[in-house]
């Protein structure tokens, strides 16, 4: 039986390269051993020793490569075997990676997005300390216990935001190192003893003074900011008194408030927020914003979810607002409408993985009825609220054409909502760029006569097999 054992470093790549020399001499995956870092290597750094690789060349969809480059970095020590497990299955199926009724690929998905969070969590949750050396470059270093193994690919953030300093950032796992432009990493190690910073008192008081009484929300802090981080954050020592003070500062701020704000000031502050000035750098830029106003979000609206997919892409599909079922997965087209597009784009010949995927209208609009919450059509005013999302989305993505699935989407695209059945299948040139007109899925699981239903299908699918044949 091959025993794979894969280093601490460089361990997706070490992971592709045997996986796809296995997978050309066919072995399958029960036969296979998967070990990760193991006591028997003389080097935790050192990739294993390759194997020769068989003639012949083998191609996967491109989401899966994006989806084990972020799965290996999992904390699950049954990762690798997962991963290549459902490669042996995806070599005769390339339309697994569209099937969101798997449930390998569902549970693939899912530690895909734990490795994201874990690496967003590090991004907002290490905190530096001074070393105050005498060199002309400032050093810094700091102690962080991640969920995953997300130090490697996280590292080249912190060398962005921070190339003018030198720094260490040292986890139990892997220490990644930072020093005159050059990114290094070594074994973990036990917490170093870091000195006392004299900014920590500075940083607690700007954290005390941002901190707002009327809007807390304890579970939803914690979710945020798990307690797990918080013996590593100096601003954490001040959240108990916060907390218990915070009724009496809100009611305290309740009556120093004015009793009737000016009439003009909800439009101003409404016209105020659609000419945001922030201009995100990269879609994780663009979450990191969503996640902030989520956390605000008003009765009867879901969280801000955005879309998915390749940057750039040539292709943007663009559908309606989120479900009930989106909502809660934060994720677009994964309820009963998306699994109809995903079926009917993988017999128009249109792969959902080379495409950016999104919503015209951001938040899922409800009504609660018992306790079920009952879809609600977005009206204008939701329209022209997320309007600023999705220019952000196409400035980001920069697709050559946008398929828009609805009304809604062809309002928030060409200005106009009404006639859509008789503008399906034709191209329009907007501000966006050529948008390709048709219904959306959901219009079809409304049809009741079972005829209708089928013609209705078949034109939707010759509108996606158009927007494949216009980019070739």
């Not at 070490?14 to 050309?24: F, M, N, S, V, Y």
């Not at 020093?179 to 006392?196: C, I, N, Q, V």
């Not at 007109?437 to 699918?461: C, I, M």
Request: a positive charge; charged letters at 30%; hydrophobic letters at 40%.
């Amino acid at each position: 039986m091959p025993t794979i054992d894969l280093p601490r470093l460089h361990t997706a790549q070490a992971w592709r390269d045997a996986a796809r020399t296995l997978l050309a001499r066919g072995t399958p995956p029960e036969d296979v051993l998967w070990t990760y870092a193991s006591p028997a290597q003389s080097d935790l750094f050192a990739a294993p020793e390759a194997a020769p690789r068989a003639a012949g060349q083998i191609t996967v969809p491109k989401g899966f490569v994006a989806l084990a480059d972020s799965v290996c970095w999992h904390a699950d020590p049954e990762r690798f075997a997962r991963l290549y497990a459902f490669l042996w299955r995806l070599r005769d199926r390339p339309s697994l990676m569209q099937d969101r009724g798997d449930a390998d690929l569902a549970r693939l998905r899912g530690m895909e997005k734990n490795v994201h969070r874990c690496a967003h969590k590090m991004k907002a949750f290490v905190r530096f300390r001074d070393l105050q050396t005498d060199t002309n470059r400032r050093r810094f270093a700091a102690w962080f216990e991640p969920t995953h193994h997300t130090v490697e690919p996280t590292a080249p953030f912190f060398t962005r935001r921070f190339a003018d300093m030198d720094w260490v950032i040292a986890t139990p796992d892997v220490t990644a190192r930072f020093e005159t432009g050059t990114l290094s990493f070594e074994a973990g190690a036990p917490r170093p003893d870091l000195p006392e910073d004299a900014a920590e008192e500075l940083w607690g008081t700007y954290f005390r003074n941002i901190f707002n009484p009327a809007r807390v929300k304890v579970h939803a802090m914690t979710s945020e900011m798990p307690r797990k981080y918080w013996k590593n954050m100096p601003e954490t020592r001040h959240i108990p008194e916060l907390l218990a003070t915070a009724e009496r500062r809100a009611r305290e701020m309740a009556e120093a408030a004015p009793s009737l704000p000016p009439v003009r000031a909800g439009r101003i502050l409404d016209r105020l927020h659609a000419e945001r000035s922030f201009t995100p750098v990269t879609l994780d830029d663009l979450r990191a914003r969503a996640e902030e106003e989520s956390r605000d979000s008003r009765p009867g609206y879901g969280r801000i979810v955005l879309g998915e997919g390749p940057m750039p892409a040539s292709l943007m599909i663009v559908g309606e607002q989120p479900g009930d079922e989106e909502d809660r997965a934060g994720r677009p087209f994964v309820g009963p409408a998306g699994q109809l597009f995903d079926r009917e784009a993988g017999a128009a010949g249109l792969d959902r993985s080379t495409a950016y995927v999104t919503n015209a209208v951001k938040r899922f609009k409800y009504t609660m009825r018992g306790k079920r919450r009952i879809h609600q059509a977005p009206d204008r005013g939701d329209v022209e609220h997320a309007k600023w999302w999705i220019r952000q989305e196409i400035a980001l993505v920069k697709p050559q054409l946008i398929l828009a699935m609805g009304a809604t989407a062809a309002e928030t695209l060409t200005g106009q909502r009404a006639g859509i059945l008789s503008r399906r299948g034709t191209i329009e040139e907007t501000e966006f760029g050529p948008v390709l007109l048709t219904v959306h899925p959901s219009y079809l699981l409304r049809l009741p006569d079972r005829d209708a239903r089928a013609r209705g299908t078949e034109a939707f699918r010759g509108d996606l097999a158009a927007a494949v044949a216009r980019l070739g």
